[in-house]
């Protein structure tokens, strides 16, 4: 047999989602939804150089950054992660006369810090907002990627799947037999919460100095999570009697 006379083929056709009259399928979704604390919260620390020195901005923007750091460093194991995200050193032309003359240099560091005690945290961000030419944003509220919260909420949502299944075969008064399918189709909420306010802490104000007593720590109310899980999943039951 040649080529040109060959027989065509056709694809196998896809299993259909549903059983028949001997074996019928119910198809049932499951869903959990935890409001859970949160287990980490994420600031970032921004700390700020200028002058009309290049290497004067660059030499201060270094102690103040080792200034923030170290302080940081002080709430050992509270502190889960501290890194450097960026640094910059951008000159500032000036906007009249021939040429180009450098004005003034500005020097920006910006640090993020992850903390698991969030009673640190209060007494942390007021510390560093008290420090000259420093801003802190935050905090961002989240839970950890492998936080039993989410384990949890898998666990209901099967559970509700199979009690749901269960239901439906109950009022047609038969039972399940078998388990076909369970498919993941939710994706739980990991994503750290935007701050409750968006204004920013800072000493902005060019050579002010110390104030001759510490503030007050930040009463900081933890922003509750949401947790979400949902599944897809198929059963065989028995063939009921209608």
Do not use: C
């Amino acid at each position: 047999m040649t080529p040109d006379t060959a027989p065509a083929t056709h694809p196998a056709p896809p299993a259909l989602p549903y059983g028949t009259p001997d074996t019928p399928r119910i198809a049932v979704r499951g869903e959990a939804r935890l409001e859970v604390a949160p287990e980490i919260a994420r600031i970032t620390i921004t700390v700020t150089a200028r002058g009309k020195d290049r290497r004067e901005t660059l030499a201060d923007l270094t102690r103040r950054n080792t200034l923030a750091l170290d302080l940081v460093k002080t709430y050992g194991d509270a502190v889960e992660r501290l890194e450097t995200s960026a640094l910059t050193i951008t000159p500032e032309l000036g906007r009249h006369g021939r040429g180009e003359r450098v004005r003034t240099h500005h020097g920006l560091v910006h640090i993020t810090a992850e903390l698991n005690d969030f009673t640190a945290l209060g007494e942390l961000t007021t510390a560093l907002a008290d420090l000259d030419l420093t801003r802190v944003d935050g905090p961002w509220w989240t839970l950890r990627p492998d936080s039993p919260a989410h384990r949890t909420a898998r666990r209901q949502a099967v559970r509700e799947a199979v009690q749901r299944a269960r239901e439906y075969a109950e009022a047609l008064d038969t039972t399940l037999t078998a388990l076909v399918e369970l498919a993941d189709t939710g994706a739980e909420d990991t994503h750290p919460r935007a701050p409750q306010s968006t204004r920013a802490l800072s000493r902005a104000a060019y050579g002010s100095g110390p104030t001759e007593d510490e503030p007050a720590p930040l009463d900081l109310e933890p922003q509750r999570q949401h947790v979400h899980a949902q599944v897809d999943a198929r059963f065989t039951m028995a063939p009921p009697r209608l």
